[in-house]
């Protein structure tokens, strides 16, 4: 699952970001405005057996899941994982029960107003290869395919991380390499279940709630044959795709891109191969799907996560996307919650990969940067598992190793959840973003004011500083947390106005808005800046700016504050704060 390995041998080495952002594609909904995507992989979960190899054990627990992520949230997508080996447990067999219950638990988010990316997973291509008493297991091809071939016996040696399969497993390895060579005609195969399983979800499924198809969870070369990452790529790599995307064309999912992830290793910062760096203009029916971990804080890098630590990274991944003519999506992010020596930093470490996902510019540069914020990125954290600490997986089929704590998969504890309470400061996951704007995003920017600790303990600190040179802005927002989104508005009206998930930190009645569009110390039901409930919740709130009848070109900017600390702010306050954030805008 995750690309961090390499660094048990290296540190990693910095990126340096551009200074001004390049043109990105961005995705729209059916009024043309542009969308933002947060929420969470469901889950790792599907790697385990006793779960039949799906997120939930039951309908019921999705549902439950679905409602109180939505509720605790704002989130507005998921990734749900399936396996190929439970869609295909046998060569002559597809399950179309186990994809019938997979259809039951998507259709428990989409109904609540969360959109869902399909996600092949695998990871070291299949527990079928590992020995009963292995220190490590894999998940997603089944035993048949793995008769088929003749593989050595597996061992990773002295391998700290599980990862390090990929590498140094010679089973792992020439399994993966007969997959890419089509030997035994086993991709063949994978391509003949993936077209069988979307046939049969296409009619079961909400499909105007279906993001895409991720066809391939983190995929690895099992051999380059002494050529480059981005020469496998092109070679093996990018026609998989387009052989996938042919299935899905055929199958009723037209219309829907395809996720395609770059090789694994292509963000570790050393030695890194791939990253489709050739593989010419994907366009508008690929999103380029990236993971992002920090292997040097998972492993030798001592310092802590802070202000603006992930912007080039999360920047590295903006600029790729537009390289090959498309979106980006990060699909899997985040960090251990126990059990390493950098789980004690996860906290800041997450909220600052969120705040590089907000914007290209770290908080202190901000105000005086915002023109080079970019796009806001569209993620989903790894991971949401209902069951956390609360599994019996018989590890490789053995009896006598029985996992119980954590994610119960190679020692691995993710989960932002568990016996359903957040283990993160809600002021992490649950933020302020802009779901849907309704023309083009110039800058946004988020002060969580989450602290370091977990589930709310530690000490607190303000990343986005506002400068000396905005007074009237800076005491408005002092101690508080808060956003800014500046917005132009698009030659044709979208007819639907701009929408922000708003926290439930943020109470209606005490949450400020100062704006181009108004003022107000505690938000309506109606009018131009107004607040309502996000679709298929029941609590959780979003923000709507109204911008009918402006001018094409127009810009419009919103500073939304969470001012539950006081009974009312001074209208002086709101008169200083508006003048200081207008003249601003109009100068980006």
């Given at each position: 699952?995750?690309?961090?390995?390499?660094?048990?041998?290296?540190?990693?080495?910095?990126?340096?970001?551009?200074?001004?952002?390049?043109?990105?594609?961005?995705?729209?909904?059916?009024?043309?405005?542009?969308?933002?995507?947060?929420?969470?992989?469901?889950?790792?979960?599907?790697?385990?057996?006793?779960?039949?190899?799906?997120?939930?054990?039951?309908?019921?627990?999705?549902?439950?899941?679905?409602?109180?992520?939505?509720?605790l949230?704002?989130?507005?997508?998921?990734?749900?994982?399936?396996?190929?080996?439970?869609?295909?447990?046998?060569?002559?067999?597809?399950?179309?029960?186990?994809?019938?219950?997979?259809?039951?638990?998507?259709?428990?988010?989409?109904?609540r107003?969360?959109?869902?990316?399909?996600?092949?997973?695998?990871?070291?291509?299949?527990?079928?290869?590992?020995?009963?008493?292995?220190?490590?297991?894999g998940?997603?091809a089944?035993k048949?395919?793995?008769?088929?071939?003749?593989?050595?016996?597996?061992?990773?040696?002295?391998?700290?991380?599980?990862?390090?399969?990929m590498?140094?497993?010679?089973?792992?390895?020439?399994?993966?390499?007969?997959?890419?060579?089509?030997?035994?005609?086993?991709?063949?195969?994978?391509?003949?279940?993936?077209?069988?399983?979307?046939?049969?979800?296409?009619s079961?499924?909400?499909?105007?709630?279906?993001?895409?198809?991720?066809?391939?969870?983190?995929?690895?070369?099992?051999?380059?044959?002494?050529?480059?990452?981005?020469?496998?790529?092109?070679?093996?790599?990018?026609?998989?795709?387009?052989?996938?995307?042919?299935?899905?064309d055929?199958?009723?999912w037209?219309?829907?891109?395809?996720?395609?992830?770059?090789?694994?290793?292509?963000?570790?910062?050393?030695?890194?191969?791939?990253?489709?760096?050739?593989?010419?203009?994907?366009?508008?029916?690929?999103?380029?799907?990236?993971?992002?971990?920090?292997?040097?804080?998972?492993?030798?890098?001592?310092?802590?996560?802070?202000?603006?630590?992930?912007?080039?990274?999360?920047?590295?991944?903006r600029?790729?996307a537009?390289?090959?003519?498309t979106?980006?999506?990060?699909?899997?992010?985040?960090?251990?919650?126990?059990?390493?020596?950098?789980?004690?930093?996860?906290?800041?470490m997450?909220?600052?990969?969120?705040?590089?996902?907000?914007?290209?510019?770290?908080?202190?540069?901000?105000?005086?940067?915002?023109?080079?914020?970019?796009?806001?990125?569209?993620?989903?954290?790894?991971?949401?598992?209902?069951?956390?600490?609360?599994?019996?997986?018989?590890?490789?089929?053995?009896?006598?190793?029985?996992?119980?704590?954590?994610?119960?998969?190679?020692?691995?504890?993710?989960?932002?959840?568990?016996?359903?309470?957040?283990?993160?400061?809600?002021?992490?996951?649950?933020?302020?973003?802009?779901?849907?704007?309704?023309?083009?995003?110039?800058?946004?920017?988020?002060?969580?004011?989450?602290?370091?600790?977990?589930?709310?303990?530690?000490?607190?600190?303000?990343?986005?500083?506002?400068?000396?040179?905005?007074?009237?802005?800076?005491?408005?927002?002092?101690?508080?947390?808060?956003?800014?989104?500046?917005?132009?508005?698009?030659?044709?009206?979208?007819?639907?106005?701009?929408?922000?998930?708003?926290?439930?930190?943020?109470?209606?009645?005490?949450t400020?808005?100062?704006?181009?569009?108004?003022?107000?110390?505690?938000?309506?039901?109606?009018?131009?800046?107004?607040?309502?409930?996000?679709?298929?919740?029941?609590?959780?709130?979003?923000?709507?700016?109204?911008?009918?009848?402006?001018?094409?070109?127009?810009?419009?900017?919103?500073?939304?504050?969470?001012?539950?600390?006081?009974?009312?702010?001074?209208?002086?306050?709101?008169?200083?704060?508006?003048?200081?954030?207008?003249?601003?805008?109009?100068?980006?």
């Amino acid at each position: 699952m995750r690309a961090f390995f390499l660094a048990v041998l290296l540190v990693m080495a910095g990126i340096v970001a551009p200074v001004k952002p390049a043109a990105a594609a961005v995705p729209t909904d059916a009024h043309g405005r542009e969308i933002v995507l947060r929420g969470f992989n469901v889950s790792g979960s599907t790697k385990l057996y006793e779960n039949g190899l799906l997120p939930f054990r039951s309908t019921a627990d999705a549902a439950a899941a679905a409602t109180q992520m939505r509720e605790l949230t704002g989130a507005n997508a998921i990734r749900f994982l399936i396996s190929w080996e439970g869609v295909q447990p046998a060569r002559d067999r597809i399950d179309t029960a186990y994809l019938d219950r997979a259809a039951d638990q998507i259709r428990q988010f989409t109904d609540r107003g969360i959109r869902v990316l399909l996600d092949w997973h695998q990871d070291l291509y299949s527990s079928h290869l590992f020995d009963p008493d292995s220190w490590y297991t894999g998940d997603g091809a089944p035993k048949w395919v793995i008769d088929a071939g003749t593989y050595p016996d597996e061992s990773c040696g002295i391998c700290l991380l599980w990862g390090q399969n990929m590498m140094n497993n010679g089973a792992i390895r020439a399994a993966m390499y007969d997959f890419w060579r089509n030997r035994y005609g086993v991709q063949d195969a994978y391509l003949a279940q993936a077209r069988a399983a979307l046939t049969h979800l296409r009619s079961r499924v909400d499909y105007s709630m279906m993001l895409g198809v991720d066809p391939f969870n983190e995929p690895f070369d099992g051999g380059l044959d002494g050529a480059s990452g981005t020469t496998w790529e092109t070679t093996y790599l990018v026609p998989f795709y387009q052989r996938f995307r042919a299935v899905m064309d055929a199958t009723g999912w037209t219309s829907l891109p395809l996720y395609a992830e770059p090789l694994v290793f292509w963000n570790t910062g050393f030695f890194e191969q791939g990253g489709l760096s050739t593989a010419g203009q994907l366009g508008s029916r690929y999103v380029f799907n990236s993971h992002y971990y920090d292997g040097g804080r998972m492993t030798l890098d001592p310092t802590a996560a802070g202000d603006g630590t992930y912007n080039a990274a999360m920047n590295r991944i903006r600029d790729r996307a537009t390289a090959l003519g498309t979106t980006a999506f990060v699909s899997e992010f985040g960090n251990a919650m126990s059990g390493t020596s950098s789980s004690s930093r996860t906290p800041w470490m997450v909220r600052s990969m969120y705040q590089g996902l907000d914007s290209r510019v770290s908080g202190a540069s901000f105000w005086n940067s915002a023109a080079s914020s970019g796009q806001v990125l569209s993620s989903t954290q790894w991971h949401w598992d209902v069951y956390s600490g609360r599994h019996s997986e018989l590890m490789n089929f053995n009896p006598d190793k029985v996992q119980t704590t954590g994610d119960a998969w190679n020692g691995e504890d993710h989960s932002v959840i568990a016996n359903g309470a957040l283990r993160l400061d809600r002021r992490v996951l649950d933020r302020l973003f802009p779901s849907a704007v309704a023309g083009t995003t110039v800058a946004f920017a988020y002060e969580d004011l989450a602290r370091e600790g977990f589930a709310g303990a530690g000490r607190q600190q303000a990343w986005l500083t506002v400068p000396s040179r905005l007074p009237g802005i800076a005491g408005l927002v002092a101690g508080r947390q808060y956003g800014v989104l500046v917005w132009r508005e698009p030659a044709s009206p979208p007819g639907a106005p701009t929408e922000l998930h708003l926290p439930g930190s943020f109470p209606s009645a005490r949450t400020v808005v100062v704006s181009d569009l108004g003022v107000v110390s505690g938000v309506p039901a109606s009018g131009p800046v107004a607040v309502t409930t996000e679709a298929g919740a029941t609590t959780a709130r979003r923000l709507l700016l109204d911008a009918t009848g402006s001018a094409a070109g127009k810009v419009h900017v919103a500073l939304v504050v969470n001012a539950s600390d006081v009974t009312s702010v001074p209208a002086a306050t709101l008169t200083a704060a508006r003048t200081e954030l207008l003249n601003w805008a109009a100068g980006l």
